[in-house]
Every structure is written in structure tokens, then in C-alpha cells.
């Protein structure tokens, strides 16, 4: 699980991903846009007001391209989304597992590093 450094992550997610949906909470709106196989299905749109600010990213791995395995280890996801919060003072990363197990853990260290020692 890589924490990225380059700014490529989200378009390597998208290429790597069947879909995937980007919600972005901006200058008072929220702005939309889905990609099905890395070609967006239709422009970027304003879906709404927001007095709130971030990304949501949801995604779903292809399976022809992660031939292997497209299920994934909730507790090592989730791991790493703790220690990328510690590292980001004053995100919140939150992870939900919409699987028949559903869990959901959020993440949020105003401290960033300092709150963990």
C-alpha cells in the first residue's frame, strides 16, 4: 500500500479501476465526475451545494487487470489510511467496506505526528 509522492496517484487509480467517481467539495459546491476504464463518462459538473471542503475518491479495481485478487484486506487498508493521518495533520481519511461485512473507520489526527507520540 503506497502513500504517493508524485501526484499521479489518482489517474493511475482511475486507469487501474472498472469505475470510479470523484466528489469534490470546493468554493462552496460540490463538483462530479465518473470515469468507467479511465474515459470520463461526461464533463465535469456542479452536483450540488457544499459548505464543506475535500475529496471523495470511490473506486473499483478491474479485475482483468488485477487477475489475482480484487479483494482486499480491510485491516491493511485501513492501517495505512492511520498512518498517511498521522503524516497529513488534519485530514480525515475515512475507509468503508461496503461488503457483506460492512465497516467503516475514520481517521483524523488534528496533531498530525505529534499526537502520535
Given at each position: ?14 486507469a487501474?479501476s472498472?469505475e470510479?467517481e ?8 460540490i463538483?462530479y ?5 479511465g474515459?470520463?463518462v461526461?464533463d ?5 451545494d457544499?459548505d ?9 479495481p478491474?479485475?482483468e487487470i488485477f ?6 484486506d480491510?485491516?491493511t487498508?485501513?492501517?495505512?489510511m492511520?498512518?498517511?493521518?498521522f ?6 481519511l475515512?475507509?468503508e467496506d461496503?461488503?457483506?461485512?460492512k465497516q467503516k ?7 498530525g ?5
Open positions: 500500500v503506497s502513500g504517493g509522492l508524485h501526484g499521479v496517484g489518482a489517474s493511475v487509480v482511475n487501474l472498472t470510479l470523484v466528489f469534490v467539495h470546493r468554493e462552496g459546491k463538483h465526475q465518473k470515469y468507467e476504464r474515459i470520463p461526461a465535469l459538473k456542479v452536483i450540488g457544499t464543506q471542503t475535500g475529496t471523495i475518491t470511490r473506486f473499483k478491474d479485475p487477475q489475482e485478487t480484487t479483494v482486499y480491510f485491516d487498508l485501513a492501517t495505512r492511520r498512518e498517511l493521518a503524516l497529513n495533520r488534519n485530514i480525515k475515512t475507509i461496503k461488503r457483506e461485512h473507520k475514520e481517521f483524523h489526527y488534528e496533531g505526528i505529534k499526537s502520535y507520540v
